[in-house]
């Protein structure tokens, strides 16, 4: 059974810092793994995808990487801004025909102090 | 393009009464999947449906529990009988191709939160 973890849970940091958010899984064999963000009260916006064959992905200041084999993906974030406060999920999906679901981390909760 | 929208948005209920929880696919999306996310806890799968069919329910409680995406209208998410567990924020989400596709995306809504007395 996939497993997912997120660490830290929660991260403080003062505006500007460039930082990194770090997502393990327990089981190599995925098909994708996708970063998203969670703002209070609404929905999951996502982020970036990575599919099982790539090492990383960029979008503006994101940069997600890859690490199957070991099990790992960290989320980079370049010159943080109080805009970037909001929680962080990982989740990946499974390979493997059938294989629908997505198992989430429980996140880490970013809060970016101007 | 308004996105998946979910209703209500809160929900409170007294024990042993029903739930109903809507989600409206974007447009053109005929796939829906529904998560559940209990408090300090991460989203957990719940069930995956395409018009008119379940695909896949592995991630729903055996009972009280119920989902159904009919030819016209929003899918529906049923919980009968609550209990206080069933308290949590249950997310919907819609993809415009099936999941075996590699660039699928899924979209979500904004939740609908559920508070059981």
């Known amino acids: 059974k996939q497993e997912v973890t997120q660490i830290p849970a929660a991260l403080s940091v003062p505006e500007g810092e460039n930082l990194v958010l770090n997502c393990s899984f327990t089981?190599?064999?995925?098909?994708?793994l996708q970063w998203f963000r969670q703002d209070p009260g609404k929905g999951l916006t996502s982020l970036l995808l990575?599919?099982?064959?790539?090492r990383e992905q960029t979008s503006g200041r994101l940069n997600a990487s890859l690490d199957k084999s070991s099990g790992r993906s960290t989320l980079y974030i370049a010159a943080s801004q109080p805009g970037d406060s909001a929680t962080y999920l990982c989740?990946?999906?499974?390979?493997?025909?059938?294989?629908?679901?997505?198992?989430f981390g429980k996140g880490t909760k970013l809060s970016v102090i101007p | 393009n308004a996105g998946v929208m979910q209703n209500p948005r809160h929900l409170v209920r007294r024990r042993g009464q029903e739930a109903r929880l809507r989600c409206s696919p974007m447009?053109?999306?005929?796939?829906v999947y529904w998560y559940r996310q209990l408090p300090e806890e991460g989203l957990k799968f719940m069930v995956y449906?395409?018009?008119?069919?379940?695909?896949?329910e592995s991630g729903m409680p055996k009972e009280r529990f119920s989902a159904e995406f009919p030819k016209e209208g929003p899918s529906i998410l049923r919980i009968q009988q609550v209990v206080r567990g069933d308290s949590a924020a249950y997310f919907c989400?819609?993809?415009?191709?099936?999941?075996?596709?590699?660039?699928?995306?899924?979209?979500f809504g904004a939740g609908s939160r559920l508070t059981v007395l």
């Open positions: 989400a819609s993809s415009p191709r099936g999941p075996l596709d590699g660039a699928n995306v899924l979209t």
């Open positions: 089981d190599s064999a995925i098909y994708n």
């Open positions: 990575i599919q099982s064959s790539q």
């Open positions: 989740a990946v999906r499974d390979s493997g025909a059938g294989s629908y679901q997505l198992t």
């Open positions: 447009k053109g999306h005929s796939h």
């Open positions: 449906l395409q018009k008119e069919n379940i695909i896949d």
